[in-house]
T-cell receptor, first 115, second 116 residues
Framework: NAGVTQTPKFRILKIGQSMTLQCTQDMNHNYMYWYRQDPGMGLKLIYYSVGAGITDKGEVPNGYNVSRSTTEDFPLRLELAAPSQTSVYFC??????????????FGPGTRLTVT | DQQVKQNSPSLSVQEGRISILNCDYTNSMFDYFLWYKKYPAEGPTFLISISSIKDKNEDGRFTVFLNKSAKHLSLHIVPSQPGDSAVYFCAASSNAGGTSYGKLTFGQGTILTVHP
């Protein structure tokens, strides 16, 4: 049981380039989330998904896109990288619960630098 | 607008003593609170949680206290161990209306250092 895995671990992008951050979970969780963490700051929610085919924006969605074609995978797409997107990105998953909060399980993160 | 605040960026404690990490929130709709621990180059891991219907939850060396009237919660670690040295994040969610989908709002984190 690997939990939540993310690839790549590190990436350097040039301004204007595109990339996809991969996230996979093997816990059969319906809910998945993407966060970014800037230095000295807490985690901010970018996008989330409550099941295959269903996604919605979080607090800081601009410059990002997501898709959820399977329960296991939740990739995050950066179309035109900007220096403001330099951050550490975390993917997380949790059990579904409409009126209940369950703890989220996090991946190890992807450190992205845009220069 | 920082809805969840951890005003102490760092805390240094001697091994064996108590560590107290604090968290304040402004959104009165928050009704579930969690603490996460994060080591360098790893993702956050869940530590302990508390529902707003309780004022205390204990799990081994870790206890979380909730003061709803003050919109304040704290994490107590007793006794502190060097392996507890990490960044601790407070997080909150609102289940009102049944549409929160487990979304969490995080504080900025507190770096705890436990000295041997």
């Amino acid at each position: 049981n690997a939990g939540v895995t993310q690839t790549p671990k590190f990436r350097i992008l040039k301004i204007g380039q595109s990339m996809t951050l991969q996230c996979t979970q093997d816990m059969n969780h319906n809910y998945m989330y993407w966060y970014r963490q800037d230095p000295g700051m807490g985690l901010k929610l970018i996008y989330y998904s409550v099941g295959a085919g269903i996604t919605d924006k979080g607090e800081v969605p601009n410059g990002y896109n997501v898709s959820r074609s399977t329960t296991e995978d939740f990739p995050l797409r950066l179309e035109l990288a900007a220096p403001s997107q330099t951050s550490v990105y975390f993917c997380a998953s949790s059990t579904a619960g409409l009126a209940v909060t369950y703890e989220q399980y996090f991946g190890p993160g992807t450190r992205l630098t845009v220069t | 607008d920082q809805q969840v605040k951890q005003n102490s960026p760092s805390l240094s404690v001697q091994e064996g003593r108590i560590s107290i990490l604090n968290c304040d929130y402004t959104n009165s709709m928050f009704d579930y609170f969690l603490w996460y621990k994060k080591y360098p180059a790893e993702g956050p891991t869940f530590l302990i949680s508390i529902s707003s219907i309780k004022d205390k939850n204990e799990d081994g060396r870790f206890t979380v206290f909730l003061n709803k009237s003050a919109k304040h919660l704290s994490l107590h670690i007793v006794p502190s161990q060097p392996g507890d040295s990490a960044v601790y994040f407070c997080a909150a969610s609102s289940n009102a209306g049944g549409t929160s989908y487990g979304k969490l709002t995080f504080g900025q984190g507190t770096i705890l250092t436990v000295h041997p």
